[in-house]
Every structure is written in C-alpha cells, then in structure tokens.
C-alpha cells in the first residue's frame, strides 16, 4: 500500500465508526454506482439499437450497477439514521465529466464516440477496482454486512473492467487512438479524484461525521489544506499502457 492508501484507510476506518459516517459513505458510493452512470447507459442502450452484440453487454452492465446502488444505499440505510443527500460537489463522475467538456450528454454516434465511452468506463472501473479492497478492510470491523457487499460488487467490476477493455479495443479506429485517449482519461481522472477526495475530507471534517480528539481533527485539517499540494494527482494501480504491458510481458 502507498501512503494516501494507508492514510485514506487509516481515515476510513474512523469514518465508518459512526451511523453517520458511514451513511454519507455508502451513500456516495450508492451515488456514484447509479445516478451518475445511468446517463452513460441510456446514451450507450440507444446507440446499441443496431449492434445486439453491444445492447447485451450494456444492459447487463447497467443492470449491475442498478444493483450495486440498490445493495448500497439497503446498507446505508441499514445505519439506521436518514440517508444523506450527497452534495453535488462531491458527485466524481459530474466533476470528471466537466473536467472532460461535458461529453456524457453528448450523442454517440461513431465507433469512436463508443470506444471513447468504453474508456471513460474503464478509468471508472479502475477507479473502483483499485479502491473496494480499502473499502473492505475499513468497513468490516464495525459492518461486516457492508464489507461482504463490497466484496460481492468488486468481482461484478472486475468482470466490468474485461467488457471495457474489450469494446474499447473492438471500437477503436486505431490502436494509437486507443492508447491516446485511454492515457489522457487516465490523467484526467487521477487529478479529479484527489481533488475529489480532498473536497469530501473537508466536508466530512466540517460536518463532524468522523469521531476526532482535537489533535486528530487540527491534524486533518492540515493534511486537507495541503494535500492538494502534495497529492495533485491519484494514480490507480492501471498505470501502465497496454502497449509498455505488451512489451513487458514479451520481454519476461
Ligand atoms: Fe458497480
Ligand atoms: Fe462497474
């Protein structure tokens, strides 16, 4: 694990302590799973009305995530206090989209616009595969229930993860497209989630979900004001390019 790893679950663990904390959490998530994907699919179903090969792949994979949010916001509400309404600065995919010009509502109407989409999904997937095993480990002193659904939806993202790599690849007008675009999404997508996460330490120190002495609250509170000094940029664990993986497995 890096350091913001050990650092985010560290903090995690102390957020999941309380109904609340862990409310606003699986609420996010819940979010993120559903609402904000959805606009993708409906996008994607339409395009797919001439390819039945597409249309499969897409309703399956909407019908996952439908289900993930169903799974957690039932776990949030499982906390036994109010669901929160997460607030709109917090939402990732409404900050990455604006960060990549709005495309999510924009029609998809080419291979490319598939392919593009494909991999904007894909830099999602990694998100999410990169962060549920920290997820788990924070969630299962204190709810267990909630760390099985975490290990139940991960195995759904990884199979994901193989739909996006696939359709992306099959769309591509070119392997240098694919390699361009995927690499720009990444970049893209590690700035917005650290500075993201940055936004979501802030609110949850500010609206006292997470139980802190007073050192442990000031402490915070530096790490928020200067992490995104010191952390601009998250990488996931998908930093490599497909090619620099070709390359590395044809040389071992
Ligand atoms: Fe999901
Ligand atoms: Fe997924």
Redesign the pocket.
């Known amino acids: 694990m890096t350091l913001v790893e050990r650092l985010t679950v560290m903090f995690l663990k102390k957020l999941m302590q309380r109904p609340e904390g862990r409310a606003h959490f699986l609420a996010q998530v819940a979010d993120a ?1 559903n609402n904000d ?1 959805g606009q993708v699919f409906a996008a994607l179903k339409e395009r797919a009305k001439s390819d039945p090969e597409l249309h499969r792949l897409v309703a399956r ?1 909407a019908a ?2 439908e289900r ?1 949010a169903e799974l957690l916001n039932a776990r949030a509400l499982a906390t036994g206090v109010p669901r929160p309404q997460v607030p709109d600065s917090l939402k990732i995919l409404h900050r990455l989209d604006e960060a990549l010009g709005g495309f999510f509502r924009q029609p998809i109407q080419s291979d490319e616009d598939v392919m593009r989409m494909y991999l904007l ?1 894909q830099v ?2 990694e998100r ?1 595969v990169t962060q549920f095993p920290m997820f788990k480990v924070a969630l299962a002193p204190v709810d267990p229930e909630s760390a099985r659904v975490f290990e139940q ?1 991960e195995a ?2 990884e ?3 193989k739909y996006c790599q696939a359709i992306a690849r099959r769309y591509a007008p070119s392997e240098a497209v694919h390699e361009q675009t995927l690499q720009h999404f990444r970049k893209v997508e590690w700035k917005v989630f650290a500075q993201n996460s940055n936004r979501n330490l802030k609110h949850v120190l500010d609206h006292g979900l997470v139980p802190l002495t007073l050192l442990e609250r000031a402490a915070w509170r530096v790490v928020s004001s200067i992490s995104t000094v010191l952390d601009p940029s998250r990488p996931t664990a998908f930093t490599q390019s497909v090619r620099q993986q070709q390359v590395l497995a044809a040389a071992l």
């Open positions: 799973e994907e994979h996952d995530e993930h999904l999602i997937e999410a939806i759904d993202e199979r994901h993860l």
